[in-house]
Structures are given as structure tokens and as C-alpha cells.
């Protein structure tokens, strides 16, 4: 069943036989999470990568006496601090859980072993990293050419289930107070 669930993600990137993702699977296991679980501390490395089957999370950093929101992360999208991962440092990222969640996780050794021959782990591995390095390059451009209102419809587009993620956290994503969001929120889009 996770076999499939991550072939259907990750076809749009590259497309592999359905065991190949199965045998990825296998590496892993699925746990549920509350609302509000920290994966990883700030200050920690990352020991998980984490693939949301269901929910919503993010990466949030400690600024200011405040959470700033680096990165959202829905249903079927990875969430994790992946420079931590793959480099085993720690790093000032927390990882969070916005809602009651169900998450595919590998551990970072075994993780490594989709590197071994003929498990497609390093085509893979790159792809994904293109993809996620494109989607982060368009948000800072966003962030530059963008209102935050635009930004916001955008994100409605992509996942209209933008509602659970807590006000403040999806504020500080978009670079905007809460009262700002809010105004927007409220407006008949």
C-alpha cells in the first residue's frame, strides 16, 4: 500500500514498476502522529526521512522569540530538514506536525540503502532534489513579485485543505502578521 502511494507522488518526477517503490517501502515503516509533535528538535540532525501520507507539518526556526514557518509540507509531500539528513548535522530547523498525521518514515541508515546498485535510489534521490530545489527557487521568487494575497491563492491551488495549518505558522510562510491573514482569509476570493 506505501509502495503505491509513493510511486503515485513520485511518477510525476520519474516513473518506476510499482515494486521498485514497494522494495523502498520496505525500508521504512508508517506511524501516526498528534497534532503538534515535534519530529526533530532544533539543534538536533535529522534522523528520519519522513513522507506525509496524511496531514500537514513544517519546518519551522526560532527567530525573534518567535516560530518563523521555512517550509510547509502537506499530504503526500516529504517533510523533513533534508540538509540535516543527508549531512547527519544538527541544524537549527524544528520539524512539526500541524495536524493529526500518518507518516512513512526511514531511518537514515537504511535510507542509504537505496543507493545500493539497481535500486534507482541515486536517480531518484537527484529528481526529487531538482524538483524541491525549482519549488523553493519559485517561492523566493514569489516572495519578491508576489502579494501575499497572490501567494496565499496560489497555495489554495495546489491544496485547499490550507485551513488546518495554524494561522500563525502559514502568517509567518507567507511573511505576513496573523491579523494580515486573516483580513485575507475573510475576503471573498
Known amino acids: 500500500m506505501t509502495g503505491k502511494l509513493l510511486k503515485n507522488y513520485f511518477d510525476s518526477i520519474i516513473e518506476l514498476k510499482e515494486e521498485v517503490w514497494d522494495n523502498f517501502a520496505a525500508l521504512g515503516h508508517v506511524k501516526s502522529f498528534p497534532k503538534e509533535t515535534i519530529l526533530k528538535q532544533s539543534g538536533t540532525p535529522e534522523k528520519y526521512f519522513n513522507f506525509l501520507l496524511e496531514g500537514s507539518g513544517g519546518n519551522l526556526l526560532w527567530y525573534k522569540n518567535n516560530f518563523v514557518c521555512t517550509d510547509i509540507s502537506m499530504q503526500m509531500e516529504p517533510l523533513c530538514d533534508y540538509v540535516s539528513f543527508i549531512t547527519q548535522n544538527p541544524s537549527s530547523l524544528e520539524v512539526r506536525i500541524f495536524e493529526d498525521s500518518k507518516i512513512f518514515q526511514i531511518q537514515y541508515q537504511n535510507f542509504q540503502k537505496i543507493f545500493l546498485e539497481g535500486n534507482y535510489g541515486e536517480?531518484?534521490?537527484?529528481?526529487?532534489?531538482?524538483?524541491?530545489?525549482?519549488?523553493?527557487?519559485?517561492?523566493?521568487?514569489?516572495l519578491l513579485t508576489k502579494t501575499a494575497k497572490q501567494r496565499y491563492l496560489d497555495m489554495i491551488k495546489r491544496d485547499c485543505r490550507l485551513e488546518t495549518i495554524p494561522l500563525n505558522y502559514m502568517a509567518s510562510y507567507l511573511g505576513i502578521t496573523p491579523q494580515s491573514l486573516s483580513r485575507i482569509r475573510s475576503q471573498k476570493i
Open 123 to 142: 536517480q531518484v534521490t537527484r529528481l526529487a532534489l531538482e524538483s524541491a530545489y525549482k519549488e523553493k527557487e519559485q517561492q523566493q521568487i514569489d
